[in-house]
């Protein structure tokens, strides 16, 4: 089952995150995953993002450009309607392929997570959307879909948002947890 979730950004105020939430409910994961010493906990929700932080600023702007401040809160309730459409009969394949995944944003925080790779076409069909109905393109250079599954307890995901973030980040390849 997948639903549409639309958020604020939590890097950029005003700027709204598209999310797909997915249920995992029908595949077990452990709890907690060990890796080289550092307890992973399953998160509480899965989701592929479509929309985040730096293209959300970018649509923000687009949108605004388009059709003005005023109407931006009308505009995206029209984009989650379509993209609601989208998702109704989204095929999502879960590959026996995952990713430890760490990266150091400081001397303190270093932080460590589990992504599963996954396909489905959802991507390329929000991007076309966004082509076909605002002329808007984002960039191409976006990652493997994926869906991240487990963090270190204090949540924080690493967040893949280039093509290279995977090769830059994977420590380990796994192909089950």
């Known amino acids: 089952m997948v639903k549409l979730n639309v958020t604020n950004s939590p890097k950029y105020a005003d700027c709204k995150c598209f999310l797909v939430d997915v249920s995992l409910d029908s595949v077990k994961f452990n709890e907690i995953f060990e890796f080289d010493g550092a307890k992973l906990y399953l998160k509480k929700e899965f989701h592929i993002t479509l929309v985040g932080n ?28 379509d993209v609601e459409g989208l998702i109704e009969n989204v095929v999502i394949e879960f590959l026996s392929e995952f990713y430890v995944l760490r990266k150091k944003y400081s001397e303190e925080d270093i932080r460590t997570s589990v992504v599963q790779i996954i396909e489905t076409d959802l991507l390329d069909q929000f991007r076309e959307l966004l082509k076909k109905r605002y002329n808007l393109l984002l960039s191409k250079d976006v990652p493997r879909p994926h869906i991240t599954l487990y963090n270190e307890l204090n949540n924080n995901g690493i967040g893949l948002y280039r093509k290279g973030d995977l090769d830059r980040w994977a420590v380990k390849k796994l192909e089950r947890v």
């Open 54 to 81: 730096e293209d959300a600023l970018l649509l923000r702007k687009k949108f605004i450009e388009l059709f003005g401040e005023s109407r931006l809160e009308e505009i995206y309730g029209e984009l989650a309607r």
